[in-house]
C-alpha cells in the first residue's frame, strides 16, 4: 500500500516491506506539485558521462513493464548508440530467476519479491537482491467504455472474480444486473478477463483484491496486460484487471472503493500519491548488486538514467507515475551511487 499525509503542503510518501521476515520502511517528503501528475522538480536530467558504456542490456520480467522497459532502453540508447538491448515480458516471476542465471541485465517487476525468492537469490550469491523502486502504477479494474456501472467496492470486485469470496459477500455476483444495471445489461453475464500465475499483476490482484483468495475458473487467462485491455474492449460486458499504463479510450477505468459503504476512488494521479486510491503500488527494477561492490558502467548508468528527469518523463509518457527525488536518490546509495 502506498500512503501519502499532508502537512504544509507537503506529503510523506511510505512504504512498507516484508523481506525475509524484516519489515522494511521507505519514507520520503514529497512536495505538493509532485502530487499531481508531474516529475518531482528536484530530479536533474540525465548526463551522460564520458568514456565507453556499452554492451547488453537485457530486462527479464515483467509485462505489465514491457513498454516502460523500451522507453528507458530507447531513451539511453540515445546517449550510448553502442547499447544492445532485448526484453522479454514473461511476468514478474521470471525475473529473480533470470538474474540469478544470469541471463538478464535488470529483473523489471511489478510486485515485490517473495521471501523463498530471496533466500533462493541469497543462497546462490550471499547477499540479497537489490530493488529499485522506478515508478507507481495504478492497478485499474476496467470495463468496456459503454458500461454504465460507476464504480465497484473491493467486495464487489473479490464477489466478481473470487471463487472464495474473502471479502465477504454472501452471494457469488455473476451478471451487470446484481450490481444495478439495468435495461439490457440487467441479465447479461459478466465475462471475466486476467492474468496468468506468474504475472505480477496476478499476484497482486490476487493479494489485494480478492483478499488472498482464489480465482474463479471462468476467468480468461490472457498472456499479457494489453490482451486484457483489448480482450474487454471487444467485449461489451467484460471487465478485466491491467496496469494504468495499458488504459485506451475504448475501456473506462472505474473508481474503487476500499469498503463497500466508502467513497469510490478514480485511479488518478492525485490519489494515487494520497494513498487513498486502494490499488497503487511500486513497479521495480532489481539488480544484482554486491553490497560494498562498484557497478560496471552499463547498470550504473541506465539506473542513474531511469532514476533522473529524464528517465521518470519516460514513465509519464507510459502513463504512470513517476518516483520522487527522495526515493531515487535513496535507490542510488544503495547500490553505491552518490
Not at 67 to 86: H, I
Request: charged content about 20%.
Amino acid at each position: 500500500m502506498l500512503f501519502c499525509t499532508t502537512s504544509n503542503r507537503l506529503h510523506v510518501f511510505t512504504r512498507f516491506v516484508l523481506i525475509s521476515g524484516i519489515l522494511l520502511l521507505f519514507t520520503s517528503v514529497i512536495p505538493d506539485i509532485a502530487c499531481a501528475q508531474k516529475v518531482d522538480p528536484e530530479l536533474k536530467p540525465y548526463e551522460p558521462v564520458g568514456g565507453e558504456v556499452a554492451g547488453s542490456l537485457k530486462g527479464v520480467g515483467s509485462d505489465t513493464m514491457n513498454n516502460l522497459m523500451a522507453l528507458w532502453t530507447e531513451g539511453f540508447k540515445n546517449f550510448y548508440p553502442s547499447v544492445r538491448e532485448g526484453i522479454e515480458g514473461k511476468g514478474s516471476s521470471s525475473a529473480p530467476p533470470a538474474l540469478m542465471e544470469g541471463t538478464s541485465t535488470f529483473g523489471p517487476m511489478s510486485r515485490p519479491w517473495k521471501p523463498s525468492e530471496i533466500d533462493a537469490f541469497k543462497d546462490h550469491f550471499g547477499y540479497p537482491p537489490t530493488v529499485i523502486p522506478s515508478a507507481i502504477d495504478m492497478l485499474a479494474v476496467y470495463v468496456h467504455k459503454d458500461n454504465p456501472i460507476k464504480g465497484l467496492s473491493l467486495q464487489q470486485v473479490d464477489a466478481i472474480f473470487s471463487k472464495n469470496r474473502n471479502g465477504g459477500m454472501k452471494k457469488p455476483i455473476m451478471t451487470w444486473g446484481e450490481l444495478g444495471l439495468t435495461g439490457e445489461w440487467q441479465d447479461k453475464p459478466i465475462s471475466l478477463y486476467g492474468r496468468n500465475s506468474a504475472s505480477g499483476t496476478y499476484g497482486y490482484f490476487k493479494e489485494h483484491a480478492l483478499f488472498k483468495g482464489d480465482f474463479k475458473s471462468t476467468v480468461k487467462e490472457q498472456p499479457g496486460s494489453s490482451s486484457v485491455v483489448q480482450s474487454v474492449a471487444s467485449d461489451k460486458y467484460g471487465i478485466g484487471y491491467s496496469g494504468i499504463g495499458y488504459k485506451t479510450a475504448d475501456v473506462l477505468a472505474i473508481p474503487i472503493g476500499a469498503s463497500v459503504d466508502g467513497e469510490l476512488i478514480a485511479p488518478e494521479a492525485s490519489n494515487a500519491y494520497s494513498g487513498a486510491y486502494p490499488l497503487s503500488r511500486f513497479l521495480y527494477l532489481s539488480v544484482n548488486y554486491k553490497p560494498g561492490s562498484e557497478l560496471e558502467p552499463l547498470r550504473r548508468e541506465f539506473l542513474k538514467y531511469v532514476l533522473s528527469a529524464t528517465g521518470q518523463g519516460d514513465v509519464l509518457k507510459d502513463g504512470y507515475l513517476p518516483v520522487t527525488q527522495k526515493i531515487a536518490q535513496k535507490s542510488l546509495i544503495s547500490i553505491g551511487v552518490e
